[in-house]
């Protein structure tokens, strides 16, 4: 299955909450069940996605709805995100070893002096945007 996950622009709940739906869904689908966040883009909105087998689907909308009551959970078709042939693509498949799970370390992304909170995903996205890439139709 493949499901955009998207809040509201009032959400004053923040990435802290993310903690607990990330260490529940990674303690459900362990090894056994793939599951995969995407950062990509569709009908013309960029935003996070999330696929997994249909069995996950009702941990991962629970999951979600308990941190972020209002945020709505679109199924999508599986080829979804999938670019027409004739669009130069990239990808990039990270492995980290051992097993990482940076959210737990929020803490460190924020600054409570200054009440900012610093992107660990800013970097990534900004060497993306510095990048010229074609797109052909």
Same mark, same amino acid.
């Given at each position: 299955?493949?499901v955009s996950v998207s809040d509201t622009p009032t959400n004053e709940r923040g990435?802290?909450?993310?903690?607990?739906i990330l260490a529940a869904i990674h303690h459900a689908s362990s090894k056994t069940?793939?599951?995969?966040?995407?950062?990509?883009?569709?009908?013309?909105?960029?935003?996070?996605?999330?696929?997994?087998?249909?069995?996950?689907?009702? %941990?991962?909308?629970?999951?979600?709805?308990?941190?972020?009551?209002?945020?709505?959970?679109?199924?999508?078709? &599986?080829?979804? %995100?999938?670019?027409?042939?004739?669009?130069?693509?990239?990808?990039?498949? %990270?492995?980290?070893?051992p097993d990482l799970f940076p959210i737990l370390r929020y803490q460190q992304f924020? &600054?409570?002096?200054?009440?900012?909170?610093?992107?660990?995903?800013?970097?990534?996205?900004?060497?993306?945007?510095?990048?010229?890439?074609?797109?052909?139709?």
């Amino acid at each position: 299955m493949l499901v955009s996950v998207s809040d509201t622009p009032t959400n004053e709940r923040g990435p802290r909450h993310m903690r607990s739906i990330l260490a529940a869904i990674h303690h459900a689908s362990s090894k056994t069940l793939p599951i995969s966040f995407l950062i990509g883009r569709h009908a013309r909105q960029v935003g996070l996605y999330c696929r997994f087998p249909g069995l996950l689907h009702g %941990l991962v909308r629970g999951q979600f709805h308990a941190k972020y009551p209002d945020c709505t959970i679109e199924l999508l078709e &599986e080829d979804a %995100l999938d670019c027409s042939a004739d669009f130069e693509t990239w990808t990039i498949t %990270l492995h980290l070893r051992p097993d990482l799970f940076p959210i737990l370390r929020y803490q460190q992304f924020e &600054e409570v002096i200054h009440d900012e909170v610093d992107d660990p995903m800013g970097a990534c996205c900004r060497r993306w945007l510095r990048t010229t890439v074609t797109f052909r139709r």
